[in-house]
Every structure is written in structure tokens, then in C-alpha cells.
């Protein structure tokens, strides 16, 4: 198993701002449970790991390979 690197990621549709510059690594092995109340952006950070949502702003690596990378263009 690889851990899991997000570094400032960020996803926006329109004027919202789902997810802003979030930071979380997960180690081989370790369990993580995203808490929190309804539109604070769980789901977009899950879809955006999965590939399902194109980020708008950071990184995501799994391991030592880098699965999306944005640079911030607004």
C-alpha cells in the first residue's frame, strides 16, 4: 500500500469555493475518516483523490507517483 499526499488542493465551481487549500497525508496503512457538516467539501476532496473531479489548484500523490497537479490560475 502507498500513502496518500494532497498539498493545497483546491476545487471550484464557478464563484464557490469547495475545497481550499487542504493539506492531509495518509501513511501506509493508517484509516481516515473525513468529518464534517453538509457543503464543507468531503465529498470533492474524495471525488477529486478518485480522478473523477479535475482540481483546481495543488497536488495529489499516491506513493511516488504524482496523479494531478494544478499550479493556482485565478
Known sequence: ?????????GKRF???VAVSGLDLEVAPGEYVALLGPSGCGKTTTLR???GFED???GEIEAG???LSSKKRNY
Open 55 to 57: 482540481i483546481d489548484e
Open 14 to 16: 464557478g464563484h464557490v
Open 64 to 66: 511516488d507517483r504524482l
Open 48 to 50: 477529486m483523490v478518485a
Open 1 to 9: 500500500m502507498s500513502s496518500l499526499k494532497l498539498r493545497q488542493i
